[in-house]
């Protein structure tokens, strides 16, 4: 530290900017979390005492269940792999201009498909194959969940909003139909679908218990960030997303251009269902609806759509909600509170925002 | 087929239709007049949610229905006020804030119930209705139409109050203004924010009882997660409405006669899975998107908080 400081002091005036930009480009995002982490542990820690748990006992709980222990992290690990596909779905529309708020209904369905032929395709077929097949038929059942409001917003200019909310809704309980009526289990008794054999799933990475669509998870965020920001795709679809109008005056095919998006992102949203049951659960039960998409939103908006942060946050968003699980087990806190702790951090992220952007403002001017 | 149409079968649908759908149609009616005024209201499921909490727990505690509704009106408000503070007064993202504000309202409200009520479970009793007299000897739509709690009478009059505040007073055509050229607006010498801050407190206030009908009148009891998308359902009605508010109470009537269908059939003797029926509201509406499917006309500056001056 001190080092680092006297090179600082050692370097000629000319070099000066070089330490604001990094305090810029690294510290001022580092301060911008930490500064509402911190406050939101305050803030929750007082709920807490009025409940009266301590505060200490369930951050300690939560810190050593989602970081320090290795198979709490292994299993956030786990956790953050559909996340962050949902993530990189997210992202490809709202850089796009395009509110696909069907993520929920696109995931859960293409889970089902997938959770209905993956245990028949590995006994056909070597395992590779067989999940590779089935991420793909994934993707495919997603981006077909997402045609019907593609086509109306591309074609007809209706709001996707209602559209993507009304196909979630319906999305969900076909979900449940299909698990209940058509892919039924018949050796169980609870309707669910039949369960992938342990030795067919996802293989774990190394020799930890971290299935291996964290990386699918991690590739699709990186590529997605790369391409919105460095190709010429990526620009079209910004520039769509900027003012559509402007985009059909420059030329550009702007209905196909939506399809495309909404095929993209609701094809990811379905790779994070296939990622879900090949790497996790192995199986669908009816009514099972983890509804990510929802509580991704809102990180991804935090990001500012960029990858990187996304992934970050979506690392602490995990951690909190798999430590609090673990830390309302030992405490006694009902596991609702992590939903409160959630909340506050996100609001305090957000106000944190708000005040470095007012405070740019004004030294700017 | 015919033991189908019995008049048990249609008294149970009309009546569901109802109990369902004014839940609904509050929601809708409140999310509307935030649209209208250019605040898309993601956080309409917490403050439902907050409403029906505050609302059982005022209606246990006092023992009357009406201070149960002043609860949800107060839990909707107190969720509306934050948004308030952070998304007009100070342009915060709408969807991050409304979003966070629904999940901290389940995890509260379900914290709060647990803490409260995990161990008795405690209902309501039923609530008294008001026959209209005449009405209500009607055979078949009477008793389901005409005999109900008053609180029912009042929304269904609260759709063509707000119909005649859009279109005869200034704070209507205010709130119009906020949401389609708050620039223009504000040069009129109106306050955009405070426009926009009455708008979302007003969403509270019906959020809020139309939260706590759901645990007061519909439920009997306080159930955590038991908006259960009624909130999102809200949003939709009010963008497929287009402003006018009569058309929310017929899509609320439309998804609550969907929503009851169930436990009708269940009178009627037939056994159709419930998730069937779940999607009929919902494929009703895509067929009508598709088959008219008309650009939508929504406020223009939705979603977008003011700042004065900036472009």
Redesign the interface.
Known sequence: MSAEAGVEAARPAHAAPTGVAAWSRWLRPVLLSLGPILATLLFSGALLLA?GVSPIDYYQAVLHRGIVSPSGLQEVLTRMAPLLLVAASLTVAFRAGIWNLGGDGQFLLAAVVVAATAPLLVTHMPDWLALALCMALAAGVGALWSL?PAL?RAY????E???T???T??GV??A??LV??VFLDPATTVPQTRTLPVDDRLPHLFDTRISSGLVVGLVAVILVHLVMTRTAFGLRLRVVGANARAAMHAGLPVPRLTVAVFALSAALAGLAGAVEILGVEGNVRADWNPAFS??V??LV??ARFNGYATILFVFLFSVLSIGGESAARLTG??N?????????L??LL??A??ADHRHRERTRA | MEHLFTQAFLTALILGALTAGIPLLLAGLGEQISEQAGVLNIGIEGMMLSGAYLGFLVAYRTGSIWLGFGGGALGGMLVAAVMVLLCVRLGLSQIVIGIALTIGAEGMTALLHQFQFSQSYPRLPGVATLPIPGLSDIPVIGPALFNRPAIVYIAVALVFVLAALYRFTNLGLNLKAAGDKPAALDAAGVDVVRTRAVAVLSTGILAGIGGAFLADVGAGLFIPFMTNGAGFIGIVLAMLARGRPLYVLLGALLFGACLSMTTALQVAGVDIPTDVIQMLPFAAVMAVLIAFGRRASLPAALGLPYVRGAR
């Open positions: 409940f019907v109306l007809q200019g209706v709001n909003i209602i559209t909310l009304m196909m809704f319906l309980s076909f449940n139909v209940k009526l929802l509580t939103v809102p908006f935090l806190v009902p609702f509170f992590t939903l409160v702790l959630v909340a506050i996100l609001l957000a106000v925002e708000y």
